[in-house]
């Protein structure tokens, strides 16, 4: 206890301050309260005489020893009780308390310390809850979630004068659980600028009608956004918020897919050279099968240059036979707005349609080399695999109740693909305008 008195008028202005529960000449009793906040106060690195006089205190009448003695008190009650230890047991008036006179009195008195013996009794309980809920979260949680769950409990069950505890009881640090706090408005304004990016994404990720990857969104973020946004990011807030682009299964009958023809009738002159920049000149085409209406089938069959992506023909058809992939050659030789170049040449697999003599008379005809892959070897024609792939995952052809509607999707898609959808390696372009790239070189 400090040898400082005080004036009357000192005690007068004391007993002013809500934090003082009692004074006299020699001592203060303060309250609970303020000795909790204290000790919240002084974990976040704040000094005695700071906190003191920002809970409206005069440093010079309480005096720097009766500050200090307080503050370690206090302290060494905390750490050895708690928050209970902070609690003032002492008696309202100083000396022996008056004896029960009365039966009435007696049973007040009994009834009091009922009353208190329950309260503590359900606090443990509580309390012991509470404990169970945070140790069994503790092992699998993140650094940030743990301060998030010592927050919510505080909060919840006003447990402010046990954060030291609750850090100890989750194995992280007092410091950085106020500095978790400190940095609330940060992450506040990250979140808004995350939902902001989730809703710009989610507006793009079904733009045009088709469903679109990070690589797409990126695409399409810079060049008709001027928004430069890495894959990363993207693909962190796409699995956040559950935004899922459709993927292709793998087949595995492809790898060991066995050829039409027993031999090869036409060299692979190609040798998966696809990307030669030379747009015309490596034309790849296949037919796909595509089910709609239950139990129907329809056939496509497309013409794709390899140097640009660009799909230059293509046919549907709801028989397989040779005139799907001829039908096909005319179209392609029928479109005005392509130009080929003089050593052009298909590209296939050995499907019947391409080892036929009349599909290869009606190539030598056109002008057209020809090239086939090798026997069971997908890989030789992988982009047009690949663009096949990518129909089937954006396409929702399986849904067409006729063939016409079925076209209908299928015209739609094939503008999209050329005019609008951003490829990776095509230097971030569409098909027509990489194609419009190579020419102007």
């Not at 292709?248 to 790898?255: E, L, Q, T, V």
């Not at 037919?287 to 549907?316: F, Q, R, W």
Request: charged share 25%.
């Amino acid at each position: 206890m400090s040898k400082q008195i005080f004036s009357k008028q000192d005690i007068a202005i004391l007993e002013k301050n809500p934090n003082v529960v009692r004074v006299s000449e020699k001592s203060i009793t303060y309250s609970t309260d303020f000795k909790s906040n204290f000790i919240d106060e002084y974990e976040r690195g704040k000094l005695p005489r700071e906190i003191f006089e920002a809970y409206g205190f005069d440093i010079r009448m309480l005096g720097k020893k009766r500050i200090e003695q307080a503050a370690y008190r206090w302290r060494s009650a905390y750490e050895k009780n708690g928050f209970l230890g902070l609690v003032d047991s002492r008696h309202s008036q100083s000396g022996r308390t008056k004896a029960p006179t009365t039966p009435e009195e007696v049973i007040a008195q009994q009834q009091a310390k009922i009353d208190l013996l329950e309260g503590q009794i359900e606090l443990l309980k509580k309390f012991d809850k509470i404990e169970r809920r945070l140790l069994s979260q503790s092992l699998k949680l993140r650094k940030n979630t743990s301060f998030a769950l010592i927050q919510q409990t505080i909060e919840k069950h006003n447990l402010k004068g046990l954060t030291r505890y609750l850090c100890q009881l989750m194995n992280v640090s007092r410091s950085g659980y106020y500095a978790f706090l400190a940095a609330a408005p940060i992450r506040e304004a990250y979140r808004q600028a995350e939902l902001q990016t989730k809703t710009l994404i989610l507006k793009i990720f079904k733009r045009r009608g088709y469903l679109k990857g990070s690589r797409s969104i990126k695409m399409i973020l810079a060049n008709e956004f001027n928004i430069c946004l890495s894959r990363k990011k993207i693909c962190k807030i796409m699995n956040k918020y559950d935004i899922v682009c459709p993927h292709r299964k793998a087949n595995p009958y492809k790898r060991i897919a066995k050829a039409t023809k027993e031999h090869r009738v036409v060299p692979n002159s190609l040798a998966r050279n696809f990307k030669q920049e030379i747009p015309g000149k490596v034309l790849l085409t296949d037919i796909t099968y595509l089910p709609y209406n239950g139990n129907c089938m329809a056939y496509l069959s497309t013409i794709k240059d390899g140097a640009t992506n660009e799909i230059l023909a293509y046919h549907v058809s709801d028989r397989i036979t040779l005139a799907i992939a001829t039908d096909t050659i005319h179209k392609l030789k029928a479109n005005k707005r392509i130009t080929l170049h003089p050593e052009a040449f298909i590209h296939s697999d050995q499907g019947s349609h391409y080892t036929s003599p009349n599909y290869q008379k009606l190539l030598k005809a056109s002008g057209l080399g020809q090239s086939m892959s090798r026997r069971g070897n997908c890989w030789d024609n992988a982009p047009m695999e690949s663009f096949f792939g990518h129909f089937k995952d954006e396409v929702d052809y399986k849904s067409a109740t006729t063939l016409q509607e079925l076209k209908h999707k299928i015209d739609h898609y094939m503008v999209y693909y050329n005019n609008y959808r951003y490829q990776w390696n095509l230097k971030k372009m569409t098909p027509i305008q990489y194609r419009n790239h190579l020419c102007s070189i």
